[in-house]
Nanobody, 124 residues
Framework: QVQLVESGGGLVQVGGSLRLSCAAS????????MGWFRQAPGKEREFVAA????????YYADSVKDRFTISRDNAKNTVPLQMNSLKPEDTAVYYC?????????????????WGQGTQVTVSS
C-alpha cells in the first residue's frame, strides 16, 4: 500500500515563503520520479514541479520557475517543495504524486499515486 502525506501548507502573505514536504511510504519511491501539482478553486489540477528518481533532473511550470525549488531525500523518502516570493495566484491545494517512470513528466496521467493534498493560501 503506497501512501503519500503532504505537510507544510498554511496561510502566508504575498512575498512570503513556505516549505511543503511529501513523505512516501509503502513503496521504494526512490525508484520513481515524483511531482507536485496544484488545484485552485474552480480550476483544473495543474503541474507545478517534478524531479527524477535520482534528483538529477527537475522540471518546473513557467509560472513558478525561479521561485519554487523541488528536491528529494531518498534516504528519508521525502520530496520537499520550497516556495518563495509567493503570489495570490499560488493559492491552491498542493498534491504530491509518484510517477510510473524514472524521469519526470508534466502530465497528471503519468502519476499513479497521489496524496490527499495540503492547502496553501497567499493573502494580499
Amino acid at each position: 500500500q503506497v501512501q503519500l502525506v503532504e505537510s507544510g501548507g498554511g496561510l502566508v502573505q504575498v512575498g512570503g515563503s513556505l516549505r511543503l514536504s511529501c513523505a512516501a511510504s509503502g513503496r521504494t519511491s526512490s525508484s520513481y520520479a515524483m511531482g507536485w501539482f496544484r488545484q485552485a478553486p474552480g480550476k483544473e489540477r495543474e503541474f507545478v514541479a517534478a524531479i527524477s528518481y535520482s534528483g538529477g533532473v527537475t522540471y518546473y511550470a513557467d509560472s513558478v520557475k525561479d521561485r519554487f525549488t523541488i528536491s528529494r531525500d531518498n534516504a528519508k523518502n521525502t520530496v520537499p517543495l520550497q516556495m518563495n516570493s509567493l503570489k495570490p495566484e499560488d493559492t491552491a491545494v498542493y498534491y504530491c504524486a509518484i510517477s510510473r517512470n524514472l524521469y519526470p513528466g508534466r502530465e497528471s496521467d503519468e502519476y499513479n499515486y497521489w496524496g490527499q493534498g495540503t492547502q496553501v493560501t497567499v493573502s494580499s
